[in-house]
């Protein structure tokens, strides 16, 4: 019989107020073994109805305030968090937060640039630095890796896959997305080299191309394979997958996750990803 999964007791997810992130918050707290503290993050609380209606059903969420780019922001939620996890720490913190601004070759700006960037990639690294002690203090309390110790995921894309760029491909037309992502993906590298000796796991997740406000109606030309599972097949209008299909396969991957899943890039149900 094989053993059940390690228990995370903290979770911190940003971007919740729609999309993945609050079917992330839904299904966590959903879950058989959900964690004891589910902090849900978005930058207008009292305006994420949806959010709040969740925390009125589940005892184990708290919103709290994060604007994302802003260092007074980040700061003022870690020493929150902090009173929140006191001396256990963090467990988890997901990566969620992004924004995409479309733009081809033709029409992409400097300042598209920079704004996609600061909130993909600089963003996640300030946010990562930031809650540093507590994810190591909660890394104190156990020993292995996983999510029952200290985890980081972030939040990435099929779309900032290197290798599997095609000519042709309707993505192209996304390039601030794309390399934004494409450099978050070395920021899970960079951490998870230099956090493992403090026994803190470090992954890329690409979550499926979902039905949210980022996720949008565009088609890809990829499809499908045996050995390309990352692509769902377009229904020729808008993203493939609603949000509901892809959460429950996450909650159980992250569960699962452990030292060989250490640096990599995976999809929604652990397939890895080429960069």
């Known amino acids: 019989m094989a053993a059940a999964p390690l228990r995370c007791s903290s979770v911190l997810i940003t971007g919740c107020s729609r999309g993945l992130g609050l079917g992330l918050v839904k299904g966590l707290a959903e879950a058989p073994n959900s964690p004891d503290l589910i902090i849900a993050t978005c930058r207008q609380p009292e305006a994420a109805q949806e959010l709040?209606?969740?925390?009125?059903?589940?005892?184990?969420?708290?919103?709290?305030?994060?604007?994302?780019?802003?260092?007074?922001?980040?700061?003022?939620?870690?020493?929150?968090?902090?009173?929140?996890?006191?001396?256990?720490?963090?467990?988890?913190?997901i990566n969620n937060a992004g924004r995409n601004i479309s733009a081809s070759l033709d029409n992409v700006t400097a300042e598209t640039m920079l704004q996609v960037y600061e909130t993909n990639t600089v963003a996640q690294l300030m946010m990562t630095k930031a809650f540093l002690p507590l994810l190591k203090q909660a890394a104190k309390q156990s020993s292995g890796m996983g999510w029952h110790r200290a985890l980081i995921v972030n939040v990435s894309s099929i779309s900032a896959s290197i290798q599997l760029v095609q000519e042709k491909e309707i993505f192209l037309m996304v390039y601030p997305y794309r390399i934004s992502k494409t450099a978050l993906n070395m920021l899970t590298k960079c951490l998870a080299a230099d956090l493992k000796e403090d026994g803190i796991l470090c992954i890329s997740l690409h979550p499926g191309w979902l039905q949210t406000d980022m996720g949008g109606k565009q088609v890809s030309d990829l499809t499908q394979t045996e050995t390309a599972p990352w692509y769902p097949e377009p229904d020729g209008e808008k993203a493939p997958m609603k949000v509901e299909e892809s959460v429950p396969s996450i909650v159980s991957l992250l569960a699962r996750l452990g030292e060989k899943d250490n640096g990599c890039f995976l999809d929604w149900k652990g397939n890895t990803i080429p960069w």
């Not at 919103?63 to 260092?71: P, W």
């Open 52 to 93: 709040q209606e969740l925390s009125k059903r589940y005892h184990n969420i708290r919103i709290l305030l994060l604007d994302i780019v802003s260092e007074e922001s980040r700061q003022k939620l870690v020493k929150e968090v902090g009173e929140l996890v006191g001396a256990q720490g963090l467990n988890c913190l």
